[in-house]
C-alpha cells in the first residue's frame, strides 16, 4: 500500500528545538520546517490504483453521465452513510442547491453564521434569504435553541452544519423541524464517514450533503453528495442534476449540469480505499494535539465527544483570552515557521458581503469564537511529529506572548 501518512519530518531527522523567543521565525530565527506543512492536504490513496481506474474510463470511452464508477462510488457511500440514496455530484454547493429546490425551500431558511460560505451562497444564488442564528459558546454548532430564536413566519426550512466534522444536535433539530412542518437539510460537508452512538452521519433530516473537495477527507478532486433515505427526494435531486431529465432521457422539470465525471469517481473510489488509513493518521494527530497542548492556557482544542467516531480532518484550536495573544499573532509566528494553517470560519457569515448590512444579526458567540478559531496541520502529509513540532512553537509563542505582542510581529510573505 502506498497511501500510508507521509509526514513532512523525513524519519531520522533531528527534532528542531525552540527554547527562546529569538528562536521564533517570526523574530530571525529559522524556520521550523523547510517545506510548508499545511492544513487541507487531499487523501489521494493508492496513486496507481487511481490511474488504472482512469485509464478504463478512457479505454471505455465512458466519461460521465451516470458511468459505472460513479455509480459504484455513490454505492459506498450511501454503504458508509447508512443510507438507501446517493446521488454523486460535481461539487457540494450545488449538491446543497439542488436538495434546497427538490426539497421545496424558499423565502427564509435558517442557518448558522459559523459555517464556510459556500452553505449561505448555495441558497442565496437560487433566491433563498439566509437568516443566521447563533451557535453554541463552546462547541460552534448550532442547536435546536438558536434555531429557534431566528425563526421568522417566512421559514421554509433549515440548513445545519456540522461543524468540522462533528456532529450538531440532530433529534433536537429533527423534532423542531417537524414541529413547525418544514425539512431539516444538513451540511454534512465535513462529516463523511463520522458517527454517533453509532448512528451514522447522512441519514439525519430529509437529507444531507457531502463534500469530496480536494481537501476533504475523501476526495474527487472536486465533488459532492446529497444523501437520503427518500427515494422520491432521490429522484428529484438526480433529476435536477441532470438538466431535469429521467432516467429515460425525458425532461420533467427544471434542471442544471451536477453531474460528476468519471475521473472524480476513479479519484473518490481510490481515496475512500485510504478513508481508515487517513483516519487513523488523523486521529493520532489530533490525539498528540490534545496532549501537547493540555494545559496551556487560552489555547483550547475543539473536542470530540466520547460518543462520536470522528474523522479528523480538521483539528482546531480556539485561542482565547488567557493565551495573551490573539489568533491572528499566533496564525502570523506559524506562518513563519513555514506551518500554514487556516482561521476556519472567520470572520461569520453574517458579516460578510452580501449579508452584511443594516439587518445583519447580533450573533455575540460566532463574533467571539470567528475571531478565535485556528484550524491547524493534520491529514496524509503531517505526521504526529510535526504535531509535536508545531505544539513546541504554539507553546513558545504562548510563554512569550507579552514580548510578541509589544513587539513587532512581521507576516510573512505570501
Ligand atoms: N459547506 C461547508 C461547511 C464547507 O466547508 C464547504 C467547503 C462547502 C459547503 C462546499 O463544498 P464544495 O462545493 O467545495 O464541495 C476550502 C475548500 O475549497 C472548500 O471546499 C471547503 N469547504 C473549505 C473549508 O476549504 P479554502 O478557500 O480554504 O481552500 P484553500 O485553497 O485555501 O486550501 C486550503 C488548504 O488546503 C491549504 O493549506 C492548501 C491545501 N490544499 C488545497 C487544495 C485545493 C492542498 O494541499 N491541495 C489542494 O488541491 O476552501
Redesign the pocket.
Known sequence: MTFCHVPATPIGVPETVKRDLIDLAVLGGRPEFTEPV?????SVGDRARFLERADRALVRRRLSNGGPMVREFEHRVAGRAGVRHCVATC??????QLVARAAGLRDDVVMPAM??P??PH?LSWIGIRPVFCDVDPVTGNLTAGTVRAALTPRTSGIVA?H?WGRPCAVPELEELAARRGIPLLV?A??AFGVSRRGRPVGGSGAAE?F??????VVTTF???AVVTDDGELAARVRAMASFGMDSSGQVRGPGINAKMSEAAAAMGLTSLEAFDVTVAGNLANYRTYARELAGLPGIRLMRHDEDERGNFQYVVIAVEGGAGLDRDTLATVLAAENV?T?A??SPGCHRLPPYDGPGTPSLPHTDRLAGQVLALPTGPDVGVHDVRRICAVIRLAVAHAAALTTRPVVAPAG
Not at 38 to 42: C, F, I, Q, S
Not at 91 to 96: G, K, R
Not at 211 to 216: D, E, G, P, V, Y
Open positions: 499545511l492544513v487541507g492536504r487531499p461539487n457540494a454547493t450545488l449538491a446543497l459555517t464556510f459556500a452553505t448555495a452544519v461543524l451540511d460537508a465535513h450533503v463534500s469530496f473537495h480536494a481537501t476533504k472536486e465533488g459532492g500554514v487556516r476556519y470560519f
